[in-house]
């Protein structure tokens, strides 16, 4: 539909039928523009903008995706801390994580139903044709109005990571989450005890994890070694790189079933490559000899993930490293001890799910730019998200509350630290601090101050690794009409994929004698023409 009003309203133009109507409605915008201050939108002058006064809060809703291992809560410290500090109303709307693409989809595409501002959100795939199709605020034509993003951009030295999230006409389309520094959150967790009391190594390589849990098989029977959290997705995006593919709903590259060749610098179609083929051959071979939990292709939600390992029901995972606390506290087994360990090893190298400086951030819909105090909701959410103060609410909290010091001192209260679940999750769960969905300024030490000398170890030997974590590949600088067929075209691959997917890995389909026929069926939806837009249009 838009594609049309698009073209009629180009029609209308050339035969001058609406001149009269358009005149005086444009605005000028600067492609080249730069983060610092580049632009001032003739909005700023709006005589109707409203000024915020302390009696007359402004109100903000925004879309929050929402997961059972971190309920969201509007009583949270943090939430009700910036509400306080900032003289704001936010009213967010929790959103179940699974769902959630599927409803911001919806919001952006009708317009009239969107929130304010919507939360952990970029602008690959989907979100790219819409963006270019007027459906997303081009902020960086504000980029005055987002003073203390333009100076943590600065800060961390971030100039040229923002430049890789521009699109086709050369404006962004929403404020990442920033970093100082990447870091190893999460990865296989499996019971360290258990490795000791049968004698085994910890696993280096995906062959060493299949004898790992044979063994745990054997020694349990009735038990499903590796199980995963909520769906294959975090499984996937954190050992797929290792065989040189990412793939599904959390692809590195926003495609879903695109993938890029790190050594060749371009986009391959990872889905229907020999390597995503060792990949599925490998987890449809735990799946039938009972290592992989059976109720994998459906999101297992955080109680009954805990109760699986604390049971010893399983005793492997893909999860983070906070969580580790919580699977000890809730157990009942004597001498339990779970262990994060490096990525491990497959085909293509030792690689967990590539990272990048900037993540998942705040994008406006259109529709929020019509109201009178838009510049009022910018500042205010640039305010809340990304200045030095509002980040250390989301982070630490509250100065007095739940810590005291600085970056390189900090000390958290004793609830907090002898909490079972850890100072990390317990900070998460109790006071809404180190949520991805609203953590926007993400610092290095003051992360590490969460976690014990066990996950600084760990993360030094990630980092001694050969680029164990991978940057995120560049996103291609399509128009708004490459946009919108690209948009076409990943949705029915996508959904194929996880189709094929899910038939492999349970057995329904032999990878050995339908590989063909799956072939054939993505290259009928077209995959090689997807692949060919998004190498066309690299930077």
Known sequence: MKKSIRRFLAAALSTGLILGTMAGCSTSSNSNDTIDNSTTPETTTKEETKETTKDDKLNITLYYSDNATLPFSENWLTVQEVQSKYNVKLNFEPIPIADYQTKVSLALNTGNNAPDVILYQSTKGENAALALNGAIVPISDYSDW?????????????????????????????????????????????????????????????????????????????????????????????????????????????????????????????????????????????????????????????????????????????????????????????????????????????????????????????????????????????????????????????????????????????????????????????????????????????????????YSRINKEVAQMDNAIQYIPPTPMLDDLQAEEAGMLQSPLLDAFEKWDNAFVTGTKSVENDWDDYVQEMKNLQIEKLCSIYNDNLK
């Open 146 to 454: 987002t003073p203390n993003f333009n100076q943590m951009v600065e800060k961390f030295g971030l100039e040229e990571d923002i430049e890789t999230i521009r699109l086709k006409d050369g404006k962004y389309y929403y404020l990442p989450a920033l970093f100082d520094q990447p870091f190893y959150d999460g990865g296989l967790i499996l019971r360290e005890d258990l490795l000791k009391e049968y004698g085994l190594e910890a696993p280096k390589t995906f062959d060493d994890l299949y004898n790992v849990l044979k063994t745990f098989k054997q020694e349990n029977p009735d038990s499903y070694p590796l199980t995963i959290l909520a769906g294959p997705r975090v499984l996937y995006r954190m050992t797929m790189p290792s065989y040189g593919v990412s793939l599904g709903k959390n692809a590195a590259s926003g495609s879903g079933t695109l993938s890029w060749d790190y050594d060749k610098q371009e986009y391959f179609a990872g889905a229907i490559d020999d390597r995503y083929k060792e990949y599925v051959s490998f987890v449809a071979k735990l799946y039938a000899e009972g290592l992989l939990d059976p109720e994998m292709a459906e999101p297992i939600d955080g109680d009954r993930w805990t109760q699986k390992l604390a049971t010893g029901k399983s005793f492997a995972t893909y999860a983070y490293y906070d969580q580790i606390g919580g699977l000890e506290g809730t157990s009942d087994i004597e001498g339990i001890k779970f262990q994060m360990y490096a990525p491990l090893e497959g085909p293509s190298g030792a690689h967990h799910q590539p990272k990048s400086k900037t993540g998942s951030g705040i994008l406006f819909p259109t529709k929020t730019s019509k109201r009178d105090d838009f510049e009022q909701v910018v500042r205010k959410i640039d305010e809340i998200f990304f200045s030095e103060e509002g980040a250390k609410i989301w982070c630490l909290g509250v100065e007095g509350t739940t810590y005291t010091g600085q970056d390189d001192a900090i000390t958290y209260t004793d609830e907090i630290v002898n909490s079972p679940d850890g100072i990390y999750k317990t900070m998460q769960v109790k006071y809404g601090c180190g949520s991805d969905v609203t953590q926007m300024i993400w610092v290095n030490a003051r992360e590490m101050s969460k976690y014990d000398e066990n």
